[in-house]
């Protein structure tokens, strides 16, 4: 596939060097030292963007974003206060830590509160690793309404049954960030993300049906080209035309790649520190038991280059880590972060602020073989609602897709509900596809799950 052009600009694009927020950082320490905080920490981050939305041909949008912010954290004792200032100058920096101290002056102890044990926390050799996470875009206005265009075009061209557009947008997106502490710790780098996207609508009256399709990538080279996204997201808008309702039946159901990273989100929640020490996860004490089907392999691959949730350390300062989180369908580490350890009488996984490419490994089937395995069923493209009780694990969304017939896609389906449990449904994952999208911090293919309820007519 042909990708979108692109031109790198070695220069610094931000305001500030790097050099000035590590500067900034070690400030802060030194201050809130100075003032009594028996423990600190600090965040210093600055970033742009740029976004162009073109809409039939014309430019609807531009829009600019910079900002930049330091947040504090302050400890006496067990007591933490935060305060946070977008002003660089000394003085803001100064009133931040008294803000934070007098916070924290105010706030009840808490046992599990204060900065990770120094073991834990990433080596300043590993902090400035090459993650290859930063890859600057130089692209005028002109260059992205131009791209935009030709996204949104190339839909229009696919067939006269795209009728109109919701737009077609180019971002882009750059930061930089330092975090440190009073233990010695600090790290931090530059890293981007860009993406194209475009969504259309098909047919008229009263038979219309919209959809869309984006690339997203740390480097704008491995975008996917403007033609083949527009291209795309009108195949999509044209296959749910004639769209109807099915009966109410129990299928199987295939959640296509980026639906089920949604799925493997709802995992991730109920897995999470926040969930289990509050005992809102109908996956309390899973640890060591199987949680899903024996085809299920999960991994962490924290450090991978270029990848969209790469990190050496996480939000605490603690080094990330290559870890299996699944084995055989076997549940073999929780994510958490130092304080939800402490709640839990647990270590930290390093997981302060999310997990880091969670990869679940992909079976043998192309998306067509999973079809054909599934045989007779739901395709599910599209799902809406909040339906997810994350104590008991029941699910129940709002959905669109396809009717599957002898593992072919037979005619477009609307307005139908899927439900089940997820106790039950990751229990009956049949099969999981080697269609692998990345688009953020969860790779994986489409997932065949045995049975649902699906609600209809």
């Known amino acids: 596939m042909s990708r979108t052009p692109v031109s790198l600009v070695p220069a610094s694009r931000f305001s500030s060097p790097f050099a000035t927020l590590q500067e900034l950082a070690q400030d802060v320490l030194a201050h809130a030292k100075k003032s009594g905080a028996s423990e600190c920490e600090v965040g210093v981050s600055e970033g742009f963007g740029q976004g162009v939305t073109v809409r039939c041909g014309e430019v609807e949008t531009i829009e600019y974003n910079r900002d930049k912010g330091i947040g504090v954290t302050i400890y006496l004792g067990q007591q ?15 009133e931040t830590v008294e803000a934070a101290l007098n916070i924290a002056r105010f706030t009840a102890s808490d046992p599990c509160a204060g900065l990770p044990e120094a073991h834990f926390l990433a080596k300043r050799e590993e902090s400035f690793a090459d993650l290859d996470l930063y890859h600057p875009w130089l692209l005028p206005v002109e260059g992205a309404i131009e791209l935009a265009r030709r996204c949104e075009q190339a839909a229009f061209a696919l067939s006269p049954q795209i009728t109109n557009s919701e737009g077609a947008t180019v971002s882009l997106q750059e930061g930089q960030f330092v975090s440190a502490n009073s233990l010695g710790f600090i790290g931090g780098y530059p890293s981007s993300r860009h993406s194209l996207s475009c969504s259309v609508i098909a047919g008229k009256d009263e038979n219309m049906q919209r959809d869309d399709w984006y690339s997203t990538s740390r480097d704008a080279r491995l975008i996917a080209s403007p033609e083949a996204i ?30 089920a990273a949604s799925l493997m989100g709802s995992f991730i929640h109920a897995v999470s520190g926040g969930s289990l020490y509050r005992k809102t996860s109908f996956l309390v004490d899973s640890l060591g038991k199987r949680v899903f089907s024996k085809k299920v392999q999960i991994s962490e ?30 549940l073999q580490g929780y994510f958490l972060s130092v304080y939800t350890a402490r709640k839990l009488g647990l270590q930290t996984t390093g997981n302060a602020g999310g997990c880091h490419n969670l990869i ?37 969304r709002g959905a669109a897709g396809y009717w599957v017939e002898h593992g072919k896609i037979v005619h477009a389906v609307e307005e139908v509900t899927i439900a089940g449990n997820l106790r039950d449904m990751f229990k009956n994952i049949a099969a999981i596809g080697n269609d692998v999208l990345v688009r953020g911090s969860k790779q994986v293919g489409s997932i065949l799950v045995e049975q649902m309820k699906v609600a209809g007519s």
């Open 360 to 396: 679940v490994h992909p079976g043998k089937h192309d998306f067509q073989g999973l079809l054909k395995k599934m045989n007779r069923g739901l395709l599910v493209t599209e799902l809406l609602g909040q339906g997810v009780n994350y104590v008991n694990g029941d699910y129940s």
């Open 301 to 330: 691959r924290p450090h991978l280059p270029g990848a969209l949730a790469s990190g050496l350390f996480d939000s605490d300062g603690v080094a990330t880590r290559d870890r299996e989180v699944v084995v055989d369908g076997v």
């Open 230 to 259: 527009g291209d795309y997201a009108a195949r999509r808008a044209l296959a749910r035309l004639g769209a109807h309702k099915i009966k109410t039946c129990k299928v199987p159901v295939v959640f296509e790649a980026p639906l």
């Open 80 to 94: 933490k206060g935060h305060a946070s200032t977008s002003d660089f100058s000394s003085a803001a920096l100064r």
